[in-house]
């Protein structure tokens, strides 16, 4: 097993353009998270799957940012209309089980807006 | 809201002296408890973690006891090396699983 992968692993887009994430877990997790991590600060929750089903999302995630896990497989992270404010690291992590177990973090995918 | 609060850094120490980063919580019922390490480049690494109350987790000659009447969860080391030079996390995890972190605490080791 490989870990959790995220692509691409950085993204520079201008203003109002949309990007789009991608997070392969580790295979059989069933739970996939996804955070924002400004710099200094510790990662904010954003949303969560249990398999394919978005299950909670926080107040972060304003209308511009939609997320899928189709199958309950990898999953991806849409932002539309980018703003300056999107500038972070968006990081994916899987966990196995109910209740969970500790998660497990990809990379990152870092995206600077301009 | 659950919240998790962390000392600030950085914290300076030199090879070899004791290590403590401060962290508390506040949660409605039981939380796991869990710290975190992210190296210069590399992502978010579970350090160790503990799920009740009085346990101890350890890892790699850290340690951290989650101790509910003070609502603390303290990471510890008695010798640290250059190489522990990161920047640490605490967090709990709420009944949903998803992750509630501190702000985190860098710390630099001299040699």
């Known amino acids: 097993d490989t870990g959790v992968s995220q692509n691409p692993r950085h993204k520079i887009t201008k203003r109002g353009q949309n990007v789009t994430f991608r997070c392969d877990p580790i295979s059989e997790h069933n739970r996939l998270y996804w955070y924002r991590q400004t710099l200094g600060q510790g990662p904010e929750f954003l949303t969560y799957f249990q398999n394919e089903a978005q299950l909670e999302k926080s107040r972060l995630l304003s209308d511009r940012f939609s997320a899928e896990r189709p199958k309950g497989s990898f999953s991806t992270l849409e932002i539309q209309r980018t703003e300056q404010g999107d500038s972070a690291m968006y990081l994916c992590?899987?966990?196995?089980?109910?209740?969970?177990?500790?998660?497990?973090f990809g990379p990152g995918t870092r995206l600077t807006v301009t | 809201g659950d919240s998790v609060t962390q000392m600030e850094g950085p914290v300076t120490l030199s090879e070899e002296a004791f290590l403590t980063i401060n962290c508390t919580y506040t949660?409605?019922?039981?939380?796991?408890l869990f710290w975190y390490v992210q190296y210069p480049g590399e992502g978010l690494q579970l350090l160790l973690k503990?799920?009740?109350?009085?346990d101890k987790g350890s890892n790699k000659g850290f340690e951290a006891t989650y101790r509910k009447e003070t609502t603390s969860f303290h990471l510890e080391k008695g010798s640290v090396q250059v190489s522990d030079s990161a920047v640490y996390f605490c967090a709990l995890s709420s009944n949903t699983g998803k992750l509630i972190f501190g702000q985190g605490t860098t710390l630099q080791v001299k040699p």
């Open positions: 503990a799920t009740k109350a009085d």
């Open positions: 949660a409605t019922g039981y939380p796991s």
């Open positions: 992590a899987s966990s196995l089980g109910d209740p969970p177990s500790e998660q497990y």
